[in-house]
């Protein structure tokens, strides 16, 4: 098998397994599992759990997973309060973008966010207004540093 042919069949296979994870835009038993030890490592601020995109030099973070995920309804509960932890631990105020605003902040996160191509069905490097089509299913928060 060739190196092209073994990494496609590499990224079936994560693909799969990532959609087995997330049926249904909902995490199963393995997930919550792997989860909690993956937020637990991370919080302890060895690696950034979250991928943060930066356009036009605005953090923005995303719900590959729709709205109906805790984080966005724990977010929404406290007025767009929350406190990021990567090594350090930043109080921050997230704003929900309206939805015309979110397609190219979705079209870089997908850029830089492998692990989130399973979950928004359209190609990283498709047209801006195939974004703008699915903009209202995935909620995009601009991150603001909270001054209080």
């Known amino acids: 098998m060739d190196w092209a042919s073994w990494r496609l069949e590499w990224t079936l296979l994560m693909w799969r397994f990532a959609r087995w994870l997330y049926r249904g835009q909902r995490q199963n038993a393995v997930a ?6 993956v937020a637990a490592v991370f919080s302890r601020g060895v690696s950034l759990p979250l991928v943060m995109v930066v356009v036009d030099r605005e953090r923005y973070l995303v719900s590959n ?6 984080w ?6 406290t007025a767009g309060r929350a406190v990021l ?11 929900e973008l309206a939805i015309e ?7 870089a996160y997908l850029q830089c966010a ?3 191509r399973p979950h928004i069905p359209v190609a990283k490097d498709a047209p801006l207004e195939e974004f703008e089509a699915i903009a209202s299913r995935f909620p995009v928060f601009r991150v ?4 209080c």
């Open 144 to 147: 603001h540093r909270d001054r």
């Open 65 to 70: 997973l729709g709205p109906d995920v805790a």
């Open 101 to 107: 605003t979110r397609a190219p902040v979705l079209k």
């Open 85 to 95: 932890r990567h090594g350090r631990t930043e109080p921050v105020r997230l704003e």
């Open 72 to 77: 966005v309804r724990n977010v929404k509960a």
């Open 114 to 116: 492998p692990g989130a």
């Open 32 to 37: 919550r599992v792997l989860n909690r030890g």
